[in-house]
């Protein structure tokens, strides 16, 4: 089982394509319940977004109870969900996830935890009515935005660092030019 910690660093190694690192790691700490001792989805079967079977998956999976809202009202049914042979393997397939399926793609264009929280939520990703309110939540009280400042500040340092060795590439040919 990771530890809240080890979420972070998940987070920040797969947000890509203008995830915000914060609402990755919400969304792990939410469907696992990390902080009260883990879920037996995170915990036995490396599944750290209660992502389901779905028709593409040709994995392992393992049929458990699940709640689920409809209208307002919670349903506890029996689903599939996929099954994983690492913790990574599953941020991986997130990220595929959310980038495969066109009902996501919104919450990829949005700029603030908020909105892309509340993107995910329309996009299906949970059937809870509160999904977006308990990432927000979650964010805040254990300062994930911070994930998020940290990842552009390497974003900016990767680009400082393209363009600096792009200009002592064109150094170096102006001056073997010039010879």
């Known amino acids: ?34 902080l009260n001792g883990g879920s037996e989805l995170a915990r036995d079967y490396n599944n750290y977004f ?28 029996n689903k599939e969900f996929r099954v994983y042979n690492s913790p990574e393997e599953s941020f991986q397939d997130r990220v595929s996830l959310l980038l495969s ?15 892309q929280a509340y993107a995910l939520q329309r996009g299906g990703y949970a059937t809870d009515s509160r999904y977006a309110e308990k990432l927000i939540k979650l964010i805040d009280e254990h300062n994930l935005r911070t994930l998020d400042k940290t990842k552009q ?8 660092v393209l363009v600096l060795a792009a200009i002592i590439v064109v150094g170096m040919v102006y001056i073997i030019v010039k010879g």
């Open 153 to 160: 500040t390497m974003k900016n340092v990767q680009i400082g």
């Open 50 to 77: 209660g992502i389901q079977k779905g028709s593409t998956w040709n994995g392992d999976t393992v049929l458990l109870k699940t709640k689920e809202e409809y209208n307002g009202i919670p349903v506890y049914e």
């Open 1 to 34: 089982m990771l530890s809240l910690n080890d979420i972070k660093k998940y987070a920040m190694r797969y947000s890509r394509e203008g995830m915000l690192p914060s609402v990755f790691a919400a969304q792990s700490i939410l469907e696992t319940n990390v």
């Open 101 to 115: 399926l066109n009902r996501y793609k919104d919450a990829y264009s949005e700029k603030t935890p908020e909105a």
